[in-house]
């Protein structure tokens, strides 16, 4: 029975694996000829002040008729972050000057968002052939995604502001070509040059996209910066949307295109001087724990089991004295002890899965919300794992009320997550963003928990309360010890705060590089560096609970179920901390919405950070506390 439901866990979690093979696009190459129709596709309309997304069309451009938002994947749905066909041609190597792209003619409302939009810094986000838009910076070798909706300029004797709009962009693609590989041309650069023109035609003749000349760039003259010519939105006015088209042959492979966006700023190189400097005071803290406790330990156990006399064996001390009650249950709530223990281990498995998918190459930038679509579906088929362990870890605390126990390993971390999920997606909506996520992809969300990953968390605790309990070495007496009064530096609260230093200080360093991929819109890519910190990170989280709990059972004090569970998680409140000063030293945003936001999804990934710190630290210390017992003679 015991191999049977190891060779069902390992199927399960080789299911997400295979389905992400199956459901996340491709990242083969396409080869186009010369004059086939590319399709640029038009993504979002992003802010880092206000981390509130726009679709595209949210906001009144040129667009095609019938058209509509796309996804290829359940996380750009969830996200936000479709597609959708935009009005701009373009043909394989034709160059192209001054296409008018269509007029508008807009009312005070819409100027009025145009001016809202480029006082927060948005940025348009186009997508061709998988890569996103990118603006070059002047003298610099990186590019920013995305181009700015438009500018401001402060007059020099009023100090008013002037908000002018971006209608005119110049589009930069780059193509490699190798006819002893392949024939055609595949795209390798995706850069835009945006330009604000106050065009100017013969108002005399009816104004006609296909016909119509302009005086300010036409096929013959190509636009060009005019500081005297540019398109306002102070007021209600009519704007005329152009572009360029210009194919530049390039050198660079196609397997090398995405590394302008991955250098992001100059100062990549400080990434990988802090990591490797993280790494080494952290493995060799790890080291100098690990020598000091098999030394201590080792004097311990040889000092207890060579007792000659009677008089010997009464004159216990230390964490011996405790035997009897080290495996007592916990006072309080045994049951959510239980059900954290379990989500741990979900989320643990389903970290290093998906750690495992990025570093094999499935979770690539091309693939937009792949990694969130690998997150779910992982976490959906690590249900039995939650099951198992909870039921384990219940059955071992002597619990009695195991329907309970697994309904809530199955909606407990989920239910949490997903009403936080749902308040976010609500307030979104009402702020009139659509990228909200649709009640149909929130439908088939809620179908994959209980239709799929409640019914594992069901087969996995039965499985888990099919087998014997975890076996103690030592019996519970029928009485609790008197726990005798503890120093200040054993007090429950300090010993739980320091706990949770080391293990974010492990972390610290990685997270600032997260934080700005996800919060300031970059690229996050060195996933080798993660998976080291990973496990850097499950190797203090051990480390340092099994130190803290010995010092708590030299003090006599047995307590140590929740405090080890406590001691290591406490690092998901330093998570919480550094989310404080990042945004307020980091993030340029103000007001209730981004601030809304922010705070709303970083409680969930601190949610998730303590849940799995703590249960390291938890089943590190139930090995630790069985084994030392285990090696004693107790009579």
């Not at 002040?49 to 509509?68: E, G, I, M, V």
């Not at 590019?143 to 100090?159: E, L």
């Not at 990025?358 to 690998?374: D, Q, Y």
């Not at 969300?445 to 209980?450: E, G, S, T």
């Amino acid at each position: 029975m015991q191999y049977r439901a190891y060779f069902l866990s390992a199927l399960l979690a080789c299911i997400p694996v295979a389905l992400c093979k199956i459901y996340l696009p491709g990242v083969t190459p396409t080869t186009f000829q010369q004059g086939d129709s590319v399709v640029l596709k038009a993504n979002q309309v992003t802010s880092t002040k206000t981390q509130l997304p726009y679709d595209y069309y949210d906001l009144p451009f040129c667009r095609r008729k019938h058209t509509h938002a796309k996804a290829e994947n359940v996380g750009e749905r969830l996200s936000g972050d479709t597609t959708t066909n935009s009005p701009y041609m373009l043909k394989m190597k034709n160059d192209e000057s001054c296409v008018i792209l269509c007029r508008k003619l807009y009312k005070s409302d819409q100027t009025r968002m145009f001016r809202e939009m480029i006082s927060q810094d948005y940025r348009v986000h186009w997508v061709l052939d998988g890569l996103p838009v990118a603006v070059r910076h002047e003298g610099a070798d990186y590019v920013t995604r995305g181009y700015p909706v438009g500018f401001i300029v402060k007059s020099p004797d009023t100090n008013k502001e002037h908000h002018y709009i971006y209608n005119h962009v110049r589009i930069i693609v780059r193509y490699t070509e190798d006819i002893l590989d392949y024939e055609g041309s595949r795209i390798v650069g995706f850069e835009v040059v945006p330009f604000s023109l106050k065009h100017e035609y013969d108002t005399k003749e009816s104004f006609n996209p296909a016909s119509t000349t302009l005086k300010t760039c036409n096929q013959f003259s190509p636009a060009t910066h005019n500081a005297d010519k540019l398109q306002s939105v102070d007021k209600p006015d009519e704007i005329i949307y152009t572009y360029d088209v210009k194919w530049e042959k390039s050198e660079l492979p196609w397997e090398n295109r995405w590394d302008v966006y991955f250098k992001g700023n100059p100062d990549d190189e400080i990434h990988y001087f802090s990591i490797v400097n993280s790494l080494m005071i952290v493995l060799f803290l790890t080291g100098v724990v690990a020598m000091i406790m098999l030394r201590t330990l080792r004097k311990d156990i040889s000092a207890y089991n060579d007792v000659h006399t009677l008089e010997e064996a009464q004159e216990e001390y230390g964490w011996k004295l405790v035997h009897g009650d080290v495996f007592r249950p916990p006072a309080f709530s045994p049951l959510l002890l239980s059900c954290l223990a379990g989500s741990g281990v979900q989320l643990l498995a389903m970290t290093c899965i998906a750690m495992g998918c990025a570093l094999l190459g499935l979770v690539s930038p091309s693939n937009r919300g792949g990694l969130l679509t690998s997150l779910l579906l992982i976490f959906v088929f690590m249900g039995s794992f939650a099951g198992y362990a909870s039921a384990r870890v219940y059955k071992l605390l002597q619990g009695k009320d195991w329907k309970q126990c697994t309904l809530l390993a199955a909606t407990f971390y989920p239910g949490i997550v997903g009403f936080i999920f749902l308040s976010i997606n609500t307030f979104v909506t009402m702020q009139g963003s659509s990228t909200a996520a649709p009640i149909t992809t929130l439908l088939s969300v809620i179908f994959l928990w209980f239709g799929v990953s409640t019914p594992l968390v069901f087969i996995g605790a039965y499985f888990g309360f099919k087998k014997e309990a975890i076996t103690t070495p030592v019996r519970t007496n029928q009485i609790a010890r008197h726990i005798p009064d503890q120093v200040w530096y054993t007090n429950p609260v300090f010993s739980v705060l320091l706990g949770g230093i080391l293990p974010f200080g492990a972390v610290c360093i990685e997270l600032f590089f997260i934080m700005s991929a996800v919060w300031l819109h970059q690229i996050y890519y060195v996933f080798g560096f993660l998976f080291v910190v990973l496990i850097i990170l499950i190797a203090t989280c051990a480390e340092i609970t099994i130190v803290l709990c010995y010092f708590q059972l030299c003090n006599e004090d047995y307590r140590w179920w929740w405090r080890s569970f406590l001691a290591a998680g406490s690092s998901a409140a330093y998570l919480m901390l550094y989310s404080i000063w990042y945004y307020i030293s980091k993030m340029n945003s103000t007001g209730f919405v981004p601030t809304v936001l922010y705070f709303s999804y970083m409680s969930i990934v601190a949610l998730t950070f303590f849940i799995i710190t703590g249960s390291i630290g938890f089943f590190s210390c139930l090995w630790f506390v069985r084994t030392i017992y285990g090696a004693i003679k107790v009579d």
